[in-house]
């Protein structure tokens, strides 16, 4: 495989307004497989695109909220019964990830959540600047504003010859233009049109402020009711569950 392929899949919000499955981005190459966010729906969408979990070798979490992460109990029931695993798995987040994934395995399920898992997994707890190397990748987080105390953070992915830029849910910072400058995709979330929120973005805002962004490509995603309902006055790209982006 040349390059990178990007796989949606799942593009809509919390509410998975108009039935769109919630956060969860999968990056192939041909040296490894990194999902970006992991919602409570990832394992479905997964399966539904013919995609074995198995495959993935790091998930990076943008943030704490369920939407975002709630998925991953799911993947370590995939491992443990239905896809037997014995290689490692990093998992990549903000303070407090392993902790809180563990936590929400043990409550949804909780005689083999508080079982040993039976294969490696590894935490690595990011803060804004903390470079990282997940299998070929350099990973860098930043700093995104999106909730009053937790760390919420968006990525930039850097193999030897591409980059994608991941914003996870924000409000708007001009941060986004300077983490994002030369990236061959950006992954920019857009909840929603009519309203303006300090916690996430807005389809008018990204409109106005599109030709600062030096990014071969721009999709938008984590869509909520509001854009899908503007959809025909959108001129940036919107992902769809299931859309495939070569990069």
């Known amino acids: 495989m040349d390059g990178l392929r990007v796989s949606f899949l799942g593009t809509g919000d919390a509410f998975c307004a108009s039935g769109r499955h919630q ?10 497989t990194l999902l970006l966010d992991c919602g409570a729906t990832t394992l479905a969408a997964l399966k539904r ?3 074995s979990a198995g495959t ?3 998930v990076l979490i943008s943030h704490l909220h369920g939407d ?3 998925g991953v109990p799911f993947l370590f029931l995939e491992f443990t019964f239905a896809e037997p695993r014995s290689r490692p798995l990093m998992i990549i987040g903000p303070p407090g990830t392993e902790n809180r994934v563990h936590e929400l395995y043990r409550a949804m399920y909780r005689d083999v959540g508080s079982e040993p898992l039976p294969f490696p997994v590894t935490f690595v707890e990011v803060g804004p600047g903390c470079r990282t190397q997940a299998q070929e990748a350099e990973v860098l987080p930043f700093a995104v504003p999106h909730q009053k105390e937790a760390v919420s ?6 193999t030897r010859d591409r980059s994608v830029v991941y914003t996870g849910d924000t409000g708007w910072t001009d941060d986004l233009i ?6 061959d995709l950006l992954i920019s979330e857009c909840c929603f049109f009519e309203n303006r929120l300090p916690i996430h973005l807005d389809y008018p805002r990204l ?5 600062r962004f030096s990014v ?3 999709i938008l995603t984590h869509l909520g009711r509001e854009v899908l309902a503007h959809r025909d006055e959108v001129e940036i790209e919107l992902a769809g569950d299931g859309l495939v982006a070569a990069v």
Request: charged share 25%.
């Open 49 to 51: 695109g013919g995609i």
């Open 216 to 218: 071969r490509r721009m």
């Open 153 to 158: 953070l968006g990525y930039r992915l850097r």
């Open 207 to 211: 409109h106005e402020n599109r030709h």
């Open 68 to 70: 975002h992460f709630a």
């Open 56 to 58: 993935i070798d790091v």
């Open 178 to 183: 300077r983490q994002s400058e030369g990236a």
């Open 23 to 32: 956060s969860g981005y999968l990056v192939q190459s041909a040296a490894s």
